[in-house]
C-alpha cells in the first residue's frame, strides 16, 4: 500500500451538492465534441468496415515533480522502433513539450499475451557510452521521472491503494526508484520489500497491462467493441521470463549488464463504463479532487457575499452624495462643499504617461478577450484533457487574432489623453508586450536546448510563432489602430481646466501606495485556491478538467477588482485626489504581485524543484505569467473606474 495525506474536508451544503450535480450533467453533455469513438473487432470475427483490430500504444514525454525539464522517451534509451513515423502534434503539444511517438508495443484485440518480450538493451559499464546511457537512467530514477503511455487516445493509467482505502490512479508509472545508502526506500520503491538493496537502483522493465471494453449496444450484432479504460501495473524482473529476483542496478556494480523489456497484457470487458465517461474514473480519483470543488464553491460564496457588500455600501453612499449635491441651490453652499464634486474640472485631465498606460490597456483588452473565449470553449468540452494541446492552441490563435482589439483600444485612449504620436503607439502596442513575453520565453527556451530537454521548441515552430506575430498579429494591430485614431476622442461629460487643481495633503490610507497595495488583497482572495491547483496542474504534472469552476472563478474576478477599485477610486476623490487613471489600474494589477508572492510561496513549500536550471525555468515561466495577469487585472480595474467616473459626473449638475 502506498500512503498518501489528504486534508479533510467538512460536510457541504445543499446548494453546493445541488451545483456539482448539475456541473456533472453539464460536462456529461458536453464531453468532447467533434472527436468520434474508435471501434475494435476480433481479428478473426466478422470486421465492419472502419473496425480495427490492432491496437497501438503510444508513449509520451517523461516528467518529474522534482525537476522542470521533461525528456522525450527515447532519451533514456528504451526500446523503440525506428521505422514509423511520429504522430503530428498542434502547436498547444509542443509548446507544452509534448512528444507523443510509437512504441513497440503492439497489441491485438482480445488476444492475451503473457510474458512477451520487447527488447533487451545490453550496457557496458567500461565504454563511457554505455556508462553515461546508465547514468542517464540513474538520474531519472533518482528524481522520480514518470512514463505518460496513450491507449486509444487515453493515458494507460496505474492504480494503487492510498492510506484512506480509496484507489488512485495515476495517469503515470515511474522509471524506476532508489534505495539509499542506508537502506531506506524512496519512492515506488515502497511498494516492494524485494526492494532491499543498499545505494541500488531498480528498474521498472515489465508491465502487466489491462485493458477493459464494452460492447457498442446499437450494433452488437457485427461484434463492435470500444475501449473504456487502460491499466497497468509496473514490475521488476532480473530474468526476461517474469519472475524472480528484481531487476537492480548498483553504483557499484561494474563489466556488462543486460536489461529485458517485457510485458503482460489481458482483455476484460466492462459493461459499467461508458465510452462517453471513461475518463471519469482517472478525474474522480485525482488527490485533493473534493477538497478542490468544495473549497472553491465556499470561496466563492465569501468573495460574492463581500462583493455584495461592497456594491451596496458603494450604492447607498454614492446616492446620499448625489441628492445632497443636487439639492444645493446657491454658489456659495458649493464653496463651502468639499470632496469629489471639487474636483469636476480636473477628473479627465490627461495623465502622465499616457502613452504607456494606453500600450498597457491595450495588451490587457486583447488578453481578456482571449481568456474568456478561451474558458466558455473550455466550458464546453472541446477544450478537455482528452483533446492534448487544444487549450493552448486555442488560447495562442485567439491572442494573434486579436490584434484588431487592442490596437484599437489603444489608439482610441491614447488620442483621447490627447496624444499625437500615433505611430510609436502603435509600434508598442505591437511589440512591446509581446515582445517582453517572447524575449523570457526564448532565453527559457535557450536552456531547455541547452539542457536537451524535450520541452525545447524547434527552431521550426519558433519561426512559426514569430510569422503569427509579424505577419497577423501585428497588421491586425495597424487595422485597429487605424480605425481607433480615425474614430473622434472619448467625449467627457465635464470639461477640463486649465490650470490643475492643487491636490491636498492625503492621509495615509489615501495615498497612493498604500490603496493601490491594500486594492489587490481582495482579487487574490477569491483565486488563491483555484491558484493553487492550477499551479500543481503546470508544476506537478496533474491533470486539470475544472474548467466550469475555473470559468466561475474567472466571473468572480472581474466583479471583484471592478468594485474594490470602484471603492478605492471613490475614496481617493473624496479626498480631492484625481489621479485616477494609474492608480485604478495599478490597484488591481497589484493582485499579479500578491500571485508573484505566493507562487514563490509554493516553489519553497510544495516543490520538490532541485537544480539551477529547474529553479531559473520556474521563475521565468512565473515572471511571463505574473505580467500577463497584471495586464489582465490591471485593464478591468481601468475600465471599471472609467466606468463609474463617467457615470457619476454625468448625473450631477456641476456649475
Not at 543486460?258 to 463504463?273: C, G, L, M
Not at 519561426?463 to 505577419?471: H, R
Request: glycine share 8%.
Amino acid at each position: 500500500m502506498i500512503t498518501a495525506t489528504r486534508p479533510s474536508c467538512g460536510a457541504p451544503s445543499f446548494f453546493t451538492l445541488l451545483f456539482l450535480t448539475g456541473s456533472l450533467r453539464v460536462a456529461s453533455a458536453f464531453y468532447l465534441p467533434g472527436l468520434a469513438p474508435v471501434s475494435f473487432c476480433e481479428q478473426n470475427g466478422k470486421k465492419p468496415p472502419g473496425c480495427r483490430s490492432e491496437i497501438e500504444l503510444f508513449v509520451n514525454r517523461l516528467d518529474s515533480v522534482e525537476s522542470v525539464l521533461p525528456y522525450e522517451y527515447t532519451a533514456f534509451d528504451f526500446c523503440s522502433v525506428d521505422s514509423e513515423n511520429r504522430p503530428s502534434e498542434n502547436l498547444g503539444q509542443v509548446l507544452f513539450g509534448e512528444r507523443i511517438e510509437p512504441s513497440p508495443y503492439k497489441f491485438t484485440f482480445k488476444e492475451g499475451k503473457q510474458c512477451e518480450p520487447v527488447c533487451t538493451k545490453s550496457y557496458n559499464t567500461y565504454k563511457q557510452e554505455d556508462r553515461a546511457k546508465l547514468d542517464f537512467l540513474k538520474k531519472g530514477m533518482l528524481l522520480n521521472y514518470q512514463h505518460h503511455w496513450i491507449v486509444d487516445n487515453m493515458p494507460v493509467t496505474w492504480c494503487y491503494t492510498v492510506e484512506d482505502g480509496q484507489k488512485y490512479c495515476n495517469p503515470g508509472f515511474p522509471i524506476g526508484c532508489y534505495v539509499t545508502g542506508s537502506g531506506q526506500p524512496k519512492d515506488a520503491c515502497v511498494v516492494d520489500p524485494s526492494f532491499n538493496g543498499q545505494d541500488t537502483y531498480y528498474i521498472f522493465n515489465h508491465v502487466n497491462i489491462t485493458i477493459y471494453y464494452h460492447k457498442v449496444e446499437a450494433q452488437n450484432e457485427d461484434g463492435e467493441m470500444r475501449l473504456v479504460a487502460a491499466k497497468m501495473e509496473p514490475k521488476s524482473f532480473k530474468n526476461g521470463e517474469c519472475s524472480g529476483q528484481p531487476m537492480d542496478l548498483s553504483n557499484k556494480y561494474t563489466g556488462e549488464l543486460k536489461i529485458p523489456y517485457t510485458y503482460s497484457v489481458q482483455f476484460i470487458e466492462n459493461k459499467d463504463i461508458r465510452w462517453a465517461s471513461r475518463w471519469d474514473y482517472i478525474l474522480e480519483s485525482m488527490p485533493h479532487t473534493n477538497i478542490q470543488w468544495f473549497s472553491i464553491m465556499n470561496s466563492l460564496v465569501i468573495v460574492l457575499f463581500l462583493s455584495g457588500m461592497v456594491a451596496m455600501i458603494m450604492l447607498r453612499t454614492l446616492h446620499k452624495d448625489i441628492a445632497r449635491y443636487n439639492q444645493m441651490d446657491s454658489v456659495e453652499d458649493a464653496q463651502e462643499e468639499f470632496g469629489w464634486k471639487l474636483v469636476h474640472g480636473d477628473i479627465f485631465r490627461p495623465p502622465r504617461k499616457g502613452m504607456l498606460l494606453s500600450v498597457f490597456l491595450g495588451s490587457g483588452t486583447q488578453i481578456f478577450i482571449m481568456t474568456f473565449i478561451t474558458l466558455f470553449f473550455a466550458c464546453l468540452g472541446f477544450l478537455s484533457p482528452a483533446n492534448r494541446g487544444a487549450l493552448m492552441t486555442c488560447a495562442v490563435v485567439l491572442w494573434v487574432l486579436l490584434g484588431t482589439p487592442a490596437g484599437y483600444v489603444a489608439a482610441r485612449l491614447y488620442k483621447s489623453f490627447g496624444g499625437e504620436k500615433w505611430k510609436t503607439n502603435v509600434l508598442l502596442t505591437a511589440f512591446l508586450c509581446p515582445g517582453i513575453v517572447f524575449a523570457d520565453f526564448f532565453l527559457m527556451n535557450l536552456i531547455l536546448w541547452g539542457e536537451g530537454s524535450s520541452a525545447a521548441m524547434p527552431f521550426g515552430t519558433l519561426v512559426s510563432i514569430l510569422a503569427l506575430w509579424f505577419c497577423v498579429s501585428v497588421p491586425l494591430t495597424f487595422v485597429g489602430a487605424y480605425f481607433g485614431f480615425k474614430k473622434n476622442g472619448i467625449e467627457h461629460p465635464v470639461r477640463t481646466n486649465q490650470i490643475p487643481r492643487q491636490i491636498p495633503e492625503q492621509s495615509f490610507y489615501t495615498k497612493p501606495l498604500p490603496g493601490i497595495v491594500m486594492g489587490g488583497i481582495l482579487p487574490f482572495g477569491c483565486i488563491f485556491i483555484q491558484l493553487f491547483f492550477i499551479l500543481n496542474s503546470i508544476w506537478s504534472h496533474q491533470m486539470y478538467y475544472m474548467f466550469g469552476f475555473l470559468f466561475l472563478v474567472f466571473i468572480i474576478l472581474v466583479i471583484t477588482c471592478s468594485e474594490a477599485t470602484i471603492l478605492l477610486c471613490y475614496f481617493h476623490l473624496c479626498a480631492e485626489d484625481y489621479h485616477w487613471q494609474w492608480r485604478s489600474f495599478l490597484t488591481s494589477g497589484f493582485t499579479a504581485a500578491y500571485f508573484l508572492v505566493y507562487a514563490i510561496h509554493y516553489f519553497f513549500s510544495k516543490l520538490q524543484i532541485t537544480g539551477l536550471a529547474s529553479t531559473i525555468l520556474y521563475f521565468g515561466y512565473t515572471m511571463i505569467m505574473a505580467l500577463i495577469f497584471f495586464l489582465f487585472t490591471g485593464t478591468i480595474g481601468f475600465f471599471a473606474c472609467f466606468w463609474f467616473v463617467t457615470k457619476i459626473y454625468s448625473v450631477v449638475k456641476v456649475d
